[in-house]
């Protein structure tokens, strides 16, 4: 699960060409115009398959960007 703990918009996008073969990014993914606004917003998401899944906020693409590791 993904909380928005600051005052400014956040989304969460899985990168397509860096998760699981087969997975759905459209599924797993908030749209680019999905935004968490405020403090306490969350996105919640459940990884099923095995593998490297890097996400990225679409409005700070630049700054903010993780990976999950399921094993």
């Given at each position: 699960?993904?909380?928005?703990?600051?005052?400014?918009?956040?989304?969460?996008?899985?990168?397509?060409?860096?998760?699981?073969?087969?997975?759905?990014?459209?599924?797993?993914?908030?749209?680019?115009?999905d935004q968490l606004?405020?403090?306490?917003?969350?996105?919640?998401?459940?990884?099923?398959?095995?593998?490297?899944?890097?996400?990225?906020?679409?409005?700070h693409q630049g700054?903010?960007?993780?990976?999950?590791?399921?094993?």
């Open positions: 699960m993904f909380k928005n703990n600051t005052g400014f918009s956040h989304n969460m996008v899985f990168d397509e060409d860096e998760i699981s073969s087969g997975v759905d990014v459209g599924v797993i993914s908030m749209s680019e115009e606004h405020g403090p306490g917003e969350t996105y919640k998401v459940t990884l099923k398959e095995k593998g490297s899944y890097s996400f990225y906020c679409s409005p700054a903010s960007m993780g990976r999950f590791l399921v094993e």
